[in-house]
Each structure stands twice: as C-alpha cells, then as structure tokens.
C-alpha cells in the first residue's frame, strides 16, 4: 500500500485544506488528531492512526479516554513514536489549563460548584487518591493550593497539623480541601467525615477556617459543607 501524504489524498479527506474552506469544527475528533501528528504510518494515513489512537481505552473510547493514556499507551500505536507520544500528552494537558484559564485569579472561591469546576478536570480521571489543600484570603480568593498527598485508593488523608502548618506558614485565612475518590463514586466515607470534623475543629482552634470539604466523582462531587456534614 503506498503512503500518502496528507497533501496527495482528495481535498475532501485533507484535515488542513478541510479545516481552512469549512472551519476547525468541520473536523472530525479523528482529523483534528491527525492534524496534530501530522503523518501515518507506511500502512495508514495519519487520520487513520488518529482513529487508531481514539481506540486506545476500550472502556472509554474516544476523545475522553485519551485522558487516561500514558506515552506507553500511545506509542503502541505504529506511526507514533516518543515525540509524537509527548505531543499527545502535552494536548490531554493543555485541554485540561484551558478549561481551568476561564477563571481569572479574582474569582471568588464561596461556591462548590465553582471549586468543583476549577478542579474537576485535574482530579475526575486520576487513578490514584489525591488530596489538594487550597489556601484562601479574607476575601475567598486563591493564595496558592497545594497538593499534600498521592497515594493508593486505600491511602490515609494527611494528619490536621501538617495541613494548618502549610495554611500558617502561606498566611491563609480559609482552606478548602479536596480529594477524589478514583472509583468516580464521590460519596464521602465515614473516614471521609470523621477527617473532617476533626480538620474543622483545628481550624477553629488557629484561626483558618474550613469552609469547605469536596470530594471529586467522575464529573461529580460532593461537598460536605452542601449535606451538612460541615
């Protein structure tokens, strides 16, 4: 089978001269891939090895899935090599900024919702437990956030001390803490609420309030403040 350039196949199929005559949305998931790695294999045209690439996760093909894919994971693909591999990644990444970029730095962080949406994106498809502690001024906008602790689904969240150390010595008024749950299931444990409360009552105790406790699902989240738990 002879190799084809993007160039040499019929306009009709070509992402770049598709793109230019109708727009970026008349591309397919596929050919905006292929757009970006730019050529197949000796046996594919790149839109081809794209479509290849969108199989990768058999439990979420598609665009989603890429999320979960390691360089390993796509450089099974014939056609993607190590540079090519990065360049995925660096895209699954830079989805996930612009997502966030929507909120200025004076956004006011009163809400679940808004909290959930900022992280939601970092946090929905990891696959290892996380604890983010997000540090807040008087006024409920961002300080710094921090992440205090990675581990397995079955880890341990970190002791209140080591959370207020961090809150102090960054001069915070207000903490938020979020963790996710890799199953996709946000329902706190009892673990989950017994944390809590104890994290509440040192925060009363330093002068850092815990306004909130949010635990991120897959596109969902509780937040312990929301069912009364806080």
């Known amino acids: 089978m002879k190799h084809l350039t993007l160039k040499e196949l019929p306009v009709s199929e070509q992402p770049y001269e598709k793109c230019e005559k109708y727009g970026v949305c008349s591309l397919s998931d596929a050919e905006l891939l292929a757009v970006i790695i730019r050529s197949g294999s000796k046996r594919e045209r790149s ?4 479509e290849r690439i969108l199989g990768l996760s058999k439990d979420l ?13 796509f450089m099974q693909v014939n056609g993607i090599g190590r540079v090519k591999g990065i360049q995925l990644l660096c895209i699954t990444e ?4 612009m997502a966030k970029q ?14 959930s949406d900022y992280y939601m994106q970092d946090m929905r498809h990891l696959e290892y437990e996380q604890v983010i502690l997000v540090l807040l001024d008087t006024k409920c906008h961002k300080i710094n956030d921090f992440v205090i602790s990675k581990g397995t689904v079955n880890a341990s969240l970190l002791e209140p001390r080591e959370i207020f150390v961090t809150a102090l010595r960054n001069k915070a008024v207000h903490i938020i803490l979020l963790h996710n749950h890799p199953s996709g299931d946000p329902t706190p444990s009892k673990e989950d609420i017994l944390f809590t409360e104890r994290l509440r009552d040192a925060g009363d105790l330093v002068g850092a309030t815990l306004l909130d406790h949010i635990i991120i699902g897959d596109n969902v989240y509780v937040s312990l403040r929301e069912q009364g738990l806080l």
């Not at 093909?61 to 994971?73: A, K, S």
């Open 102 to 115: 929507k909120y200025s730095r004076t956004t006011t962080f009163s809400s679940p919702d808004i909290i």
């Open 47 to 50: 839109v081809e090895v794209a």
């Open 94 to 97: 830079l989805a996930k900024r």
């Open 61 to 73: 093909p598609g665009l989603y899935g890429l999320n979960y894919l390691t360089l390993t994971d």
